[in-house]
């Protein structure tokens, strides 16, 4: 499985971005969305069941995030609002196999991330 991510950018705080992750095989049971700041360790941030009626969010982030799929597409994105300067981080995005789990390794292909980056 090939994931891809894009979106990524810089914004003020307070500010907006969509990120974009594309699978390069239609079916998948979960997609995740990590983080992982400079010095810290891969943060898990919301994740998708295949059907897209599931989805789960860290509590960070919970409120202010949205994720949401295009099934045609293979694509899931992950809306962000209220950025703040905490989020800055690069995102990746994951398959996964056990819905619920907030755990990396139970993640297997990874993309290639791309940077938020986030001003006060």
């Known amino acids: 499985v090939q994931l891809v991510e894009s979106g990524g950018g810089s914004v003020q705080a307070g500010g907006s971005l969509r990120l974009s992750c594309t699978a390069s095989?239609?079916?998948?049971?979960?997609l995740g969305w990590f983080r992982q700041a400079p010095g810290k360790e891969r943060e898990f941030v919301a994740a998708i069941h295949r059907t897209g009626s599931h989805k789960y969010y860290s509590d960070s982030v919970k409120g202010r995030f949205t994720m949401s799929r295009d099934i045609a597409r293979n694509t899931v994105y992950l809306q962000m609002n209220g950025l703040k300067p905490e989020d800055a981080a690069v995102y990746y995005c994951a398959t996964g196999a056990r819905y619920g789990s907030r755990n990396a390794a139970d993640f297997g292909s990874w993309g290639q991330g791309t940077q938020v980056t986030v001003s006060s």
């Open positions: 095989v239609r079916i998948f049971s979960i």
